[in-house]
């Protein structure tokens, strides 16, 4: 199985997992992900790597 399904399955998964959640978790989640976000920005900025597109061959 290619890096790629792999990849797409685990977020398959969590996302399978995320939606059975009650809604106070998702709240919690979402505010600590809010957190993170707002850290980040503040941080000093630094060139950040960009991650190549993956290559589909057909």
């Given at each position: 199985m290619s890096e790629f399904l792999q990849r797409f399955e685990r977020?398959?998964?969590r996302?399978?997992?995320?939606?059975t959640l009650p809604?106070?978790?998702k709240v919690r989640?979402?505010?600590?992900?809010r957190e993170?976000?707002?850290q980040l920005r503040?941080?000093?900025?630094r060139?950040?790597?960009t991650m190549p597109?993956?290559?589909t061959s057909q």
């Open positions: 977020q398959t998964d996302q399978k997992a995320r939606q809604w106070p978790e989640m979402a505010e600590e992900i993170s976000i707002k503040a941080a000093p900025s060139k950040r790597a597109l993956p290559h």
